[in-house]
């Protein structure tokens, strides 16, 4: 890369924010759609367009994949201007892709956050509608209707798939393969259960409900007890990073020399390895669970 390069790298990247934003103007009737004109035409791009429909984002899987490339290519402009290093102005052609899995990562997780906040009380309901007499079928369609969602699209799903002519017993299946909740198929096997075996379903279902919601509630406390020693973690973990931009902007070109050097170079990669594994363990030990 020469810095001849710099420019059309820059007007590449316009280009790309540019479509990006129009896809996601033009797109907005359609982003419900599991894919759209480049997004099908390319590797996952179904699997794109759903996972952004179950994270509630508004916007067209080609508007997507235009700002992906528009990071991309900022951050490798970004990264010749700064360092000088064709080699490091390549790797960051990766920052696009990787932003994405983190913002699909983090909205998977509060999907299944919002999912399994919501299953105490669908425990509750689906055990007053079998206790009211209602077949467990005739349950599943009321839950649906009172459940906010995002769990409730997936249980108008099962009741639609029902109303086609699908057992019970599969509809609920499927309902747990979709969704990888462990209370959800805690839920999902105790009722298969009780429907082989028999029993009182309504008891059962009660009894669940009071278990997620302690579960709920012992998880809620952990996270309340863990958030200082986990936002002293991230701060601790972004020392780094400000001390080399202050560092920078102390004197100019600084980075630049010392990624020209090869041992320089060398201690700028172990040191973001070692800040990437710090992030990484720092995240796994922030998991709370209950």
Request: hydrophobic share 60%; proline share 5%.
């Amino acid at each position: 890369m020469t810095p001849a390069a710099a420019p059309l790298m820059m007007a590449m990247a316009a280009v790309a924010l540019v479509a990006g934003v129009r896809a996601a103007v033009r797109g907005g009737g359609r982003w419900r759609a599991p894919g759209s004109a480049v997004a099908r035409r390319m590797p996952g791009g179904t699997a794109l367009g759903a996972r952004l429909h179950r994270a509630g984002v508004g916007v067209a899987p080609d508007a997507v994949i235009g700002a992906v490339a528009g990071i991309s290519l900022v951050s490798a402009l970004s990264a010749w201007v700064v360092l000088r290093s064709a080699l490091v102005a390549v790797a960051a052609l990766a920052a696009g892709p990787v932003a994405l899995r983190v913002f699909l990562a983090s909205a998977d997780r509060r999907h299944m956050h919002r999912v399994a906040d919501a299953m105490p009380a669908v425990a509750q309901m689906l055990a007053n509608a079998v206790a009211a007499g209602l077949s467990l079928r005739q349950a599943v369609v009321r839950v649906a209707r009172d459940t906010p969602p995002p769990l409730a699209a997936e249980l108008q799903r099962a009741s639609t798939e029902m109303d086609l002519g699908a057992r019970v017993d599969d509809a609920l299946s499927a309902l747990a393969a979709r969704l990888p909740d462990p209370d959800l198929g805690l839920l999902v096997t105790a009722i298969l259960v009780q429907r082989r075996t028999g029993g009182d379903l309504a008891r059962a279902l009660r009894d669940m409900s009071s278990r997620l919601e302690e579960r709920a509630r012992l998880a809620r406390e952990l996270r309340g007890a863990t958030a200082q020693a986990r936002a002293t973690a991230w701060m601790v973990a972004a020392l780094p990073l400000m001390g080399a931009a202050l560092a920078e902007a102390a004197s100019p070109g600084l980075i630049a020399r010392t990624a020209a050097i090869p041992v320089g170079f060398a201690v700028l990669v172990g040191a973001a390895a070692m800040q990437a594994a710090g992030i990484l363990i720092i995240r796994r030990i922030a998991v709370v669970r209950a």
